[in-house]
């Protein structure tokens, strides 16, 4: 075979092995194009976070003391020459149903939850999901908030000084819910509402009186427990208390 027709054969060749290459690649291309269109690509590429609670947070424009947490919320809103608020990107008031029988309240808001907008929404708040469940329990059953309602900066755990600012919004928070259980996640809540002069070890799973009224339980927060998950086998026996106390109120 002459040189001429070996390179126009291997020029043919490589033709070819190009044209079908490329049909490869674009058959791909339009496979992944429908499959960005099917499941909305907004989702993927968007650089906003994707509230997932923004459903169970509706129940708070459905309910008889939704104006009176309103008023609350703005008076926390409004507060002067907060070094939290001013760090933060916004307030995190509440999630869940205002008239649960159980109230949560742990410390203050991460990152996620300075995000959108939302109390235990991050890794601990899945963990706080689960342990709900544990006792088939989600969070449009319970009612959700923190001790303080603005992220503490590099979520840092709140001085005494912020707690106590912010203690007045927190015990007008109960008394709009009123639930019949408080359920205080972590030493900040413990120290906020109790005062007590022992350890949490020592103070969880012990039931207290809160205003001599609502029954409160102390148990660990979830972002301890995922440091220290040998201690989830104490949680979960607050977690049966929490049940047991619940199925008396049916």
Known sequence: MDSGRLVKKITDKSIIIFLNFSMTINNKVTRLAKYYSLINYNYIFNNKAINRYKQSQKI????????ALEILKKNIENIKNCELKKNATQIVFADGNPDANLMIIGEGPGANED???CPFVGRAGQLLDKMLKAINLDRKEVYIT???NF???ANRKPTPEEVSRYLPFLKKHIEI???KIILLLGST???ALLNPTEVI???RGK???YNQSIDLLVSYHPAFLMRQPDQKKMAWIDLKMIREKLVKLR
């Not at 708070?60 to 104006?67: A, D, F, I, R, T």
């Open 115 to 117: 995000l959108e907008g």
């Open 177 to 179: 819910i009123s639930p």
């Open 201 to 203: 070890s020592k103070v």
């Open 207 to 209: 039931w207290f009186k």
């Open 189 to 191: 809540a413990m120290t």
């Open 60 to 67: 708070l424009s459905n309910n008889s003391k939704n104006p």
């Open 151 to 153: 992220r503490p900066p």
């Open 146 to 148: 923190n001790v303080v």
